[in-house]
């Protein structure tokens, strides 16, 4: 059996006994009343409030989709992330401020592969006393940097 159909499988067996309580998805526990999935396309949906959490970290929105093969989801409506440990980015002093940060934004576009995290409308970043707003932002999971495009305005 492949790896990814064994990763397949036990997804499809984490959804068989998954309840509205939740079910864990890679290192994130996912909580929703409704999931979605197309075993064939590895495409899902959650049309409902959905929320994700991990240690020092959690993402809620008002729905998702996205595709479990190509490792790609875009969570929208009112999403909010958490990082209470302040490891998101480097925004605020680099590295070693570790303040707890938060963004939300009106949709989050999340690229496992390239570990890319986009976000669109009304994006609000906040880390220790800086925030900013912006219409776009887009964080590289493998640097943490954070770049930000159109209407960028700081307060410090």
Same mark, same amino acid.
């Given at each position: 059996m492949k790896q990814g159909s064994i990763a397949g $499988? *036990? $997804?499809a067996l984490a959804l068989i006994g998954a309840t509205p309580a939740g079910f864990n998805f890679s290192d994130w526990h996912v909580s929703t009343a409704q999931f979605d999935y197309n075993w064939d396309t590895g495409t899902f949906n959650v049309p409902g409030h959905v929320t994700l %959490? &991990?240690?020092g970290s959690d993402i809620e929105a /008002? &729905? +998702?989709t996205g595709n479990y093969k190509a490792k790609q989801a875009t969570l929208s409506g009112s999403v909010t992330l958490h990082d209470s440990? !302040? *490891?998101l980015t480097n925004f605020a002093g680099g590295v070693a401020s570790r303040e707890p940060a938060t963004l939300t934004c009106d949709a989050l576009q999340? /690229? !496992?592969v390239t570990k890319t995290y %986009? +976000? %669109?409308g009304n994006v609000r970043f906040v880390q220790g006393p800086n925030v900013v707003t912006a219409d776009r932002a887009v964080m590289n999971g493998f640097s943490h940097d954070l770049h $930000?495009?159109?209407n960028v305005h700081l307060h410090d």
């Open positions: $499988l *036990v $997804l %959490t &991990r240690p /008002d &729905r +998702a440990n !302040g *490891v999340i /690229d !496992g %986009t +976000a %669109t $930000l495009y159109g």
